[in-house]
């Protein structure tokens, strides 16, 4: 099990973003959740399988079509044992 939290800046609000990453989470079987920060970036939780969480954080290092991602932090994190992915 791992747990990763990331924070994406750029354009990523407004592109969908968060139910994008929604679906994706639900189709790798991750669980966390997803949300719009007032600082105008987008957090997020990914607990799974190791190789699923991966691939959720790469694709929030590009995000959906319409998003432009110029930066990303990335922090491990211990697992909680989240169940499901929401947005925030």
Not at 4 to 18: E, L, N
Not at 48 to 65: I, L, W, Y
Request: net charge negative; proline share 5%; hydrophobic share 40%.
């Amino acid at each position: 099990m791992a747990r990763m939290r990331v924070i994406a800046s750029g354009r990523v609000q407004g592109v969908f973003f968060r139910d994008t990453t929604r679906r994706r989470a639900d189709a790798a079987g991750v669980a966390g959740w997803v949300r719009n920060t007032p600082e105008g970036t987008v957090e997020a939780v990914f607990e799974g399988e190791p190789d699923a969480v991966e691939q959720m954080v790469e694709f929030c290092r590009q995000g959906p079509g319409r998003a432009e991602v110029t930066g990303m932090e990335v922090f491990e994190e211990e697992p909680e044992g989240l169940e499901g992915f929401r947005v925030r």
